[in-house]
């Protein structure tokens, strides 16, 4: 639904996209959010998406060198967008973070605390390498083409090379290549609504435009300009877009492209930046009112779904369905077993824990329970814990 405030000036929050060619410090300015301060004077925390695998391992050294307590910095490595969007939703949502066992990615009912001992809660995000989540995000849905058109070979009875082909030849159609576009813009608009500060960075490519010949053919050629290579029109939605790259003598330059915080004037270039200067945006409002537009595309086409279906059977005027008040109390009672039973568990001593552990396992029940939704068998976990 629509949400509107009279005009105040409001808390700044830094939403930036750094893009450029390999080592050319997209993934060093951006871990520069560690060095910011919060309105309070306490370092930031800062939740590190790394679908790049290890792009900011090697500069974790230099910022510990530098003061930083590595707690409140905490990386997960993924190379999926749906995952990705999953722990956005927990920050927009101020959601506990649970630490992940090392052995098999599954979360534990630990939950991660940041240096001062709190429950971790990011201050800013940064996801580090958009143009893989780009890439693995075509990726998918030509393998879903694939059973499309394997679908169509059924259908029409194709079989041998005549088969193969069809199967194999599958590319992406339009409606696929608008579907990408959209998952691009609901990520920059989900990071918006996170309420939190964002950083997103991705490699670099040429931009390219289409003209029509004199025989009426067209073909595609490059302008000149250099664009992120990654979802298209991240940039439109960003307020700081940054190009990276580096001059003739080596050295690291920013090419600010557009910056609405005013922080630098759109289209200077700077050597050797520090991201620091943005501190100043945060520093300027941390005594006003904070206030978060939650932009979510996915739901707004929900609502338009709802909107139109009500146009077609007579019903404009009212309210755009909501979760009913079932639907919303729904789980409850199961969240208060769940939270019942890590309380018993933390009351254990580590012994107890590893003697109850073993119990549970024998018994053929979960020993987290985090991600467990059958009341049936956490009523039998509680059971043996009573």
Not at 3 to 21: D, F, H, N, P
Request: glycine share 8%.
């Amino acid at each position: 639904m629509a949400k509107a405030r009279k005009a105040s000036v409001t808390q700044s929050k830094l939403g930036m996209i750094l893009y450029g060619e390999q080592f050319t410090g997209k993934s060093t300015m951006a871990m520069q959010l560690a060095y910011f301060k919060r309105p309070d004077g306490k370092p930031f925390r800062v939740l590190y998406l790394d679908p790049e695998t290890g792009s900011i391992d090697d500069y974790l050294g230099e910022l510990e060198a530098n003061g930083v307590d590595l707690e409140n910095i905490y990386i997960v490595y993924t190379q999926s967008l749906g995952e990705v969007r999953e722990y956005i939703a927990r920050v927009k949502n101020n959601e506990d973070l649970y630490v992940l066992d090392e052995e098999t990615g599954d979360e534990t009912d630990e939950v991660l605390l940041d240096a001062d001992g709190e429950p971790f809660r990011a201050d800013a995000i940064v996801v580090d390498g958009t143009s893989i989540l780009n890439l693995t995000t075509k990726q998918g849905l030509i393998e879903f083409s694939k059973k499309r058109n394997k679908v169509k070979a059924d259908k029409d009875g194709l079989v041998g090379d005549a088969r193969l082909v069809k199967i194999e030849g599958a590319g992406m159609e339009l409606k696929d290549y608008q579907t990408i576009n959209f998952k691009g813009q609901d990520l920059i608009l989900d990071l918006m609504a996170s309420g939190v500060h964002y950083i997103v960075t991705a490699r670099e490519t040429d931009e390219k435009e289409t003209i029509k010949q004199a025989d009426g053919s067209t073909m595609s050629v490059t302008t000149g300009r250099k664009i992120p290579d990654g979802f298209k029109g991240m940039t439109y939605n960003v307020k700081t877009e940054v190009r990276m790259f580096r001059n003739e003598d080596g050295v690291v330059c920013a090419h600010v492209k557009k910056d609405r915080t005013h922080t630098h004037e759109d289209n200077i270039i700077i050597e050797d930046p520090t991201l620091v200067d943005w501190q100043a945006v945060i520093d300027k409002t941390a005594d006003k009112k904070a206030f978060v537009v939650k932009n979510d595309l996915t739901k707004a086409v929900d609502v338009e779904q709802d909107i139109y279906s009500k146009e077609i059977l007579g019903k404009v005027g009212e309210p755009a369905n909501e979760e009913s008040a079932e639907e919303n109390g729904s789980g409850v009672d199961i969240e208060v077993m769940k939270k019942e039973i890590i309380a018993k568990k933390n009351a254990l001593s580590p012994v107890d824990k590893k003697e109850m552990g073993d119990k549970l396992k024998a018994a053929g029940l979960p020993t987290a329970f985090k991600n467990v939704t059958d009341a049936v068998v956490l009523q039998k976990v509680l059971d043996m814990f009573q």
